[in-house]
């Protein structure tokens, strides 16, 4: 009889983010595979787990895959994680899973901590339809690229980005998408968590003005909407903000900043619309 694949998501951050059901696989799993032994030894010892662990990561997924299909065969239970997260999500553990149903050993997803689902449900964007897109390209050719495909996409757009090439990608944005709500969500269930909710250029001026930047991020992008928020008038702008998921007040905030004006001038404006 075949042992058993496990999927069991980890926490993104704060280590009380894991499920009683994924401590339990953890301590019943023969093996766990993961990205760093290093950091998943840290959560293991933290609850008192001692299982063997192996390196599974992009370096050597053909290899270990294989080698993992075989302990599987012979009756092994495994416990696939990555380094934080769900696996599979931007992380090792394709190939794996496919050679498993391939092989007809069970595949059994235990599910938990998502930096995904954590942004989406917290950034203010709408959530009825949302596309994940992964890490944004390293260069910007290619990132303009994927962005024109996706320009017309009636869905919140998310994406991991690095801190080193958080400033290019909202020029980027800001050069195919125009000036759209973006959220940038950094550090989600860590001590210096913060979300940053404007428009490309009122983040990146907020980001051009810290000594330095750092952390995980990922980065909502709201629906579109039409034509660029500043060719709108500011009663128009603040409307396609909220249509993109923002609250009113985020809105107004969010107009006001990148217009330079007031929120009461904002607020204004839309009370003359009405009458």
């Known amino acids: 009889m075949s042992g058993v694949l496990y999927l069991v998501a980890t926490p993104i951050g704060n280590l009380e983010d894991i499920t009683l059901r994924a401590l339990r696989v953890l301590r ?3 093996l766990v595979a993961c990205e760093d032994t290093r950091q ?3 959560l293991l010892d933290h609850y008192g787990i001692h299982k063997p662990t192996v390196s599974y990561h992009e370096h050597n997924e053909a290899l270990r895959s294989a ?11 495994v416990a696939l994680v990555s380094d934080a997260g769900t696996p599979l999500i931007s992380d090792p553990g394709y190939r794996l899973v496919i050679k498993a149903i391939e092989s007809g050993v069970p595949v059994d997803p235990i599910p938990g901590a998502s930096a995904i689902l954590a942004a989406l449900t917290a950034s203010g964007l709408a959530t009825d339809t949302f596309h994940f897109g992964g890490f944004l390209p390293a260069r910007s050719t290619q990132r ?17 980005e690095a801190p080193h090439r958080i400033l290019e990608a909202l020029d980027d944005i800001e050069a195919v998408l125009g000036s759209r709500p973006v959220v940038l969500a950094r550090e989600l269930t860590k001590i210096h968590q913060e979300f940053l909710r404007g428009t490309t250029q009122t983040l990146r001026r907020e980001l051009t003005s810290r ?7 990922t980065l909502l992008i709201g629906k579109a909407t039409g034509p660029a928020l500043t060719e709108l008038s500011i009663p128009e702008a603040v409307a396609a903000c909220m249509c993109a998921g923002l609250s009113r007040m985020e809105a107004m905030k969010s107009v006001a900043r990148d217009r330079g004006l007031s929120k009461r001038e904002v607020y204004r404006a839309m ?3 009405t009458r």
């Open 28 to 30: 019943e799993a023969d």
């Open 144 to 160: 303009r690229k994927l962005l024109a495909k996706l320009k017309d996409e009636p869905a919140t757009l998310v994406f991991y």
């Open 67 to 77: 080698e993992l299909l075989e302990k599987l065969r012979s009756g092994t239970s």
């Open 211 to 217: 000594p330095s930047l750092k952390g995980e991020m």
């Open 271 to 273: 009370e003359e619309s």
């Open 40 to 42: 998943t030894r840290k």
